[in-house]
């Protein structure tokens, strides 16, 4: 079954410094997918990445940066130089690509940056 | 496009009451799918559609019904309203090919039994 977990439940940064949220994921599919999607207080999900399992170079788009890592079963997103429009609820989340093509959400990390 | 609609944003129901959660999206997509949010909790599928005519149970099923009669509309409806019902709901639609393509979420409404 897929799972995924975010241990930080809540994290607080400075602005201007980086923040670093972990994500760990289990399934048993050789093809799978890994999603990161940001909640602001105005409630709405936001789409942010996508990986596929056979890509694992990691991406950088703007101040946000994701890191793969297969071995480890673990997809990390970096926020750098956070400012407070970063301040959220960031959800990883996996897709195996057979069943019900089901999205498990972890639990959510909440991303308060402190002006 | 406009995307994801849903409709209402917030409902408020007495216990033993009926309803249906509206979704409808213009992105002529296959895959339509309804969440539940808690507190705690993440996103929780409840049913979902490959497409027109044809829908599944997700994660957690009891209580609620779908139906599938066209792409763009995917309705939720609640048969008998009950105070663990109380969440936010979220209709989502993505593509649905051989990959699996990011999905789309509406604004979400926020549903509270009394």
New interface residues.
């Given amino acids: 079954a897929q799972k ?1 977990t975010q241990a930080q ?1 809540e994290i607080s940064v400075v602005e201007k410094e980086d923040v670093t949220l972990d994500c760990v994921y289990e399934t048993r599919d050789t093809t799978y ?1 890994l ?1 990161w ?1 940001k909640q602001p207080p105005s ?3 936001v ?1 942010l990445i ?1 990986r ?1 399992s056979f890509d694992e170079q990691n991406e950088i788009s703007g101040r946000y940066s994701w890191n793969f890592q297969k071995s480890t079963s673990s997809f990390n997103f970096t926020i750098t130089a956070s400012q407070v429009v970063d301040s959220a609820v960031y ?1 990883c989340a996996l ?1 195996e ?1 057979g069943g ?4 498990a ?4 990390n909440q991303v308060v940056v402190i002006p | 496009n406009a995307g994801v609609t849903q409709t209402p944003k917030f409902q408020v129901l007495k216990t033993g009451q009926s309803m249906t959660l509206q979704c409808a999206q213009d992105m002529n997509h296959e ?1 339509m ?1 309804w ?1 539940r949010q808690d507190p ?6 409840i049913h ?1 559609s490959v497409g027109a005519g044809i829908t ?1 149970q ?2 957690v099923p009891n209580g609620y019904n779908v139906s599938r009669s066209t792409t763009e509309d995917f309705p939720l409806r609640l048969l008998s309203a009950a105070p663990s019902q109380t969440s ?1 709901y ?1 209709c ?1 639609s993505r593509k649905n090919r051989e ?7 509406g ?2 409404t926020r549903l509270t039994v009394t």
């Fill in positions: 995924v439940t997918y999603f999607y409630g709405e999900l789409f996508r596929n959800f897709s690509a019900n093509n089901r999205l959400f972890g639990k959510g | 895959y799918s969440y705690g909790m993440g996103l929780r599928l979902y599944d997700g994660e936010v979220f989502a990959e699996v393509y990011e999905q789309y979420f604004p979400g």
